[in-house]
């Protein structure tokens, strides 16, 4: 690589980051935590994850061989049933940011620079030691990214994500790039697909993502639940043993369940209920998220590719035949996406819709990460659509910094200020 | 009413069709034998040439009506056509295009071939579904047809020779129905090439081939025959009447296309489509699988007249694709046989 740097000044800066990441780590969880009255006991479960993000569990892992992805385009049926363990390690933490900047343009987006810093430094999620790195090619600075991550010689494979998503044409091509990626997949384990392992590792998810459903079901319901903490909890997904995950869900879901008998709920009777989306939270970026709750707002929905849209979608099979398992896998990967690499994207627009009927929404925030080129230019789209719909939005540009609180701040209260005259 | 409304959208469609099938198959096969008789212009394969028949097909009703002269075609015959249309029609509104998905025996038998390739474990053949649309064509063609022929056996076209009486039921002579379904009652006096000229052994050798089309066709396909099926050209006329529909409420759907990729016919509007109502296309066989497959509650319905029958929702999705479904536990690891 062109920065090459020497062997010290590595050592010095791996160390140097990770004490800064622990730093960030802590910090911010404290900020969700602590600040927050009441918290429902079966989210110390997801704390307690956060709180040992970097030195892993190491019993989701052992043994096992991971496949990091960087993007939701993965698809993760395919990876558990080669016997690995899939790991998202797109990135939230400024420490890694930082790091990044050494190489990238500095007006690259922050995810895809932290991402960067953390695959160089080696400071991945649970320690992980990945046997191969999928890099989805959805925005060109991923892309780039991802060949810069390759020159650091690090085992990267570009998955080659269509630009649309909407003709045949795409999908028979999305089907054929599948293929290739099972036996890539299949080459660096050393295990083959069989029609078992793929049911069961459907089966396996399908479940995950009904325990999901419910969840959304029951903010639907009530005012349960922060969205912060719902943040949290599908930032879980990342990174958790599935099944564990699953049933830790279904624990708070329980809970949640009781909470609503007991109509124990968040926020104030009239908090604004804002819908979330643009370019993803990833912890330890909580930000936004917890900024606008802190201020008396309540998340009920996230339009982010960290949140519903990685979960939501199912697999349908027909004949339980890896013929049909896999491109039916391959299907959900690519036709219910609403990521705005690809052109045209009106689902996205419609699923925006469709979050602000069923979750009873005031107002839409949109975060764009600075730099991030796609979602900024579907925010004008988005926006307008948004407006015709007589619901108020709100846009900001942030990054990884959190120097920009101040400015959130204010910007964040008039808004909901604004909001709660409406109501 | 809530714990019906959900059992039955939890229900597994599939297998109730498939013993629907069962039981239609030996009412439209056997029936006769049980001294049942449903009636005349049936919109579906009931065969006449098949002696266990309770009934008759609408399309030889067709063209034995059409065989007539213009003259009396718009006098006292014309009148007897149209009484046969309408009973036809009153037999199709009631179970709109289900009659393919739930009671053609044509239809059975495709997709009883398509359980046995199956259980053989042979994957399907994947053609671009647009191939096929663009074969849609066919049985427009061939329904237009089956009215013309007859027709011209009778009249003149534009002072044009009158076709041989030979072509008398043209699609009959072609139909795989009428080879297949005699076979079921042990009746084996349909499969034969007719020698006795020229026209008759052309149509009874292109029944041959329409024959061994139909089963090495659903083979690799499902439902192949349907996609050039006239009866199902003529069904969809008065699909729009029907009293059971199938709907769709568009801005529930994600697109993700579970619907579109279960779909026996290929349907791939019934995915993208999300600004109709009415979601029968000219292809579809009702056979509600769609909904089945569709995990949005409520974007896909069965309904009778405006009432909700069956209705896609994410219970009943998880059910039939899911774990719980056909057993609580996940199967276990050891994954390499
Ligand atoms: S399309 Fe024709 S062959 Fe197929 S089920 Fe319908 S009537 Fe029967
Ligand atoms: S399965 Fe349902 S949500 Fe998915 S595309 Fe079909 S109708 Fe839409
Ligand atoms: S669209 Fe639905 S009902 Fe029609 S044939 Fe396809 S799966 Fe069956």
Redesign the interface.
């Known amino acids: 690589m062109q920065h090459s740097v020497s062997k010290d000044r590595f050592e010095r800066m791996r160390k140097t980051g990770s004490i800064h990441y622990s730093m960030e780590i802590k910090k911010n969880l404290a900020e969700i935590v602590d600040k927050f009255p009441d918290n429902p006991k079966s989210m110390q479960y997801f704390y307690d994850r956060y709180e040992h993000f970097l030195s892993g569990d190491d019993s989701s892992f052992k043994g096992k061989k991971v496949v990091a992805s960087m993007c939701i385009h993965v698809p993760l049926e395919l990876i558990y049933a080669v016997g690995a363990v899939p790991v998202r390690i797109c990135a939230g933490a400024y420490a890694m940011d930082q790091i990044g900047t050494e190489f990238l343009p500095a007006k690259t987006c922050p995810l895809v620079k932290s991402t960067l810093g953390a695959i160089y430094l080696d400071i991945l999620p649970g320690n992980i030691d990945p046997v191969l790195i999928v890099n989805p090619a959805t925005c060109d600075q991923k892309k780039k990214m991802g060949e810069m991550g390759e020159e650091l010689s690090k085992p990267l494979y570009l998955l080659e994500v269509p630009p649309t998503k909407d003709t045949e044409e795409a999908r028979r091509y999305w089907h054929r790039v599948i293929k290739r990626f099972v036996k890539k997949l299949e080459s660096v384990t050393g295990n083959k697909i069989t029609r078992r392992s793929l049911k069961r590792a459907i089966k396996m998810v399908a479940k995950a993502q009904a325990e999901y459903r419910r969840f959304n079901q029951l903010r639907k319901t009530a005012p349960v639940i922060y969205g912060k903490d719902a943040i949290l909890v599908t930032n879980a997904y990342f990174f958790d043993d599935i099944e564990r995950w699953t049933q830790k869900v279904s624990e708070l879901n329980d809970e949640l369940e009781k909470r609503i008998e007991q109509k124990i709920y968040v926020g104030k009777p009239h908090s604004p209920r804002i819908l979330l989306t643009g370019s993803p939270s990833i912890f330890p970026n909580m930000k936004l998220p917890v900024l606008i709750e802190e201020l008396g707002g309540l998340v009920v929905y996230e339009e982010f590719c960290s949140t519903s849209r990685m979960i939501w979608d199912t697999v349908a099979v027909d004949e339980w035949f890896l013929y049909d398992m896999i491109p039916a896998v391959a299907d959900r990967y690519l036709k219910p996406s609403t990521c705005p690499n690809f052109t045209p994207n009106n689902d996205r627009k419609r699923k925006i819709a469709k979050g602000i009927e069923d979750f009873s929404v005031d107002g839409v925030i949109y975060q764009t990460f600075s730099g991030c080129q796609l979602y900024d230019m579907e925010s004008r789209m988005v926006g307008n659509f948004v407006e015709s719909m007589g619901i108020s939005t709100l846009f900001i540009e942030s990054d990884y910094n959190p120097d920009d609180f101040g400015q959130l701040t204010t910007r964040l209260e008039a808004f909901l200020d604004s909001l709660k005259n409406k109501k | 009413m809530n714990n019906i409304r959900k059992w039955i959208n939890n229900a597994n469609v599939s297998r109730f069709r498939f013993w629907v099938q069962i039981l239609t198959f030996i009412l439209f096969v056997y029936g006769s034998y049980f001294l049942i008789h449903i009636g005349q212009n049936l919109p579906t394969f009931a065969c006449p040439y098949n002696p266990g028949s309770p009934g008759t097909c609408f399309l030889i009703s067709v063209q034995h009506q059409m065989h007539t002269p213009f003259s009396s075609l718009f006098s006292w015959r014309g009148l007897g056509f149209l009484t046969s249309l309408g009973s036809f029609v009153l037999f199709f509104v009631l179970f709109n295009k289900a009659w393919c998905g739930f009671m053609c025996p044509l239809g059975t038998i495709q997709d009883w071939i398509t359980k046995l390739r199956?259980r053989l474990?042979i994957?399907?053949s994947n053609y671009?579904?647009?191939s096929f649309k663009r074969l849609s064509w066919i049985k427009y063609v061939l329904l237009v047809l089956l009215f013309l022929i007859p027709l011209a056996i009778a009249n003149s076209f534009f002072g044009l020779p009158k076709v041989s009486h030979n072509m008398m039921s043209p699609f009959c002579q072609i139909c795989p129905a009428r080879i297949i379904l005699p076979l079921f009652s042990g009746d084996t006096s349909q499969m034969f090439i007719n020698f006795t000229n020229t026209t008759t052994i052309v149509m009874s050798s292109l029944a041959i081939l329409v024959l061994a089309l139909f089963f090495v066709g659903s083979f690799v396909k499902k439902r192949f025959f349907c996609f050039f099926c006239p009866m199902s050209a003529l069904q969809y006329l008065f699909s729009r009447i029907g009293i059971l529909r199938l709907t769709k409420v568009g801005?529930?759907?994600?697109?993700?296309?579970?619907?579109s990729?279960?779909c026996d016919m290929g349907i791939?509007s019934i995915?993208?489509d999300?600004t109709s109502v009415n979601v029968v296309t000219d292809n579809c066989m009702m056979c509600f699988k769609c909904v089945e497959?569709c995990?949005e509650e409520g974007c896909l319905d069965v309904k009778v007249f405006n009432f909700k029958i069956f209705s896609s929702t994410?219970e009943g999705?998880?059910k039939r694709?899911?774990?719980d479904g056909d057993s609580k536990e996940?199967?276990p690891?050891n994954?390499?046989?």
């Open positions: 199956n474990g994957r399907f671009d579904e647009r801005d529930k759907c994600t697109r993700c296309g579970n619907c990729r279960v791939l995915a993208e999300i497959a995990p994410e999705f998880f694709y899911n774990p996940l199967p690891l994954s390499k046989k």
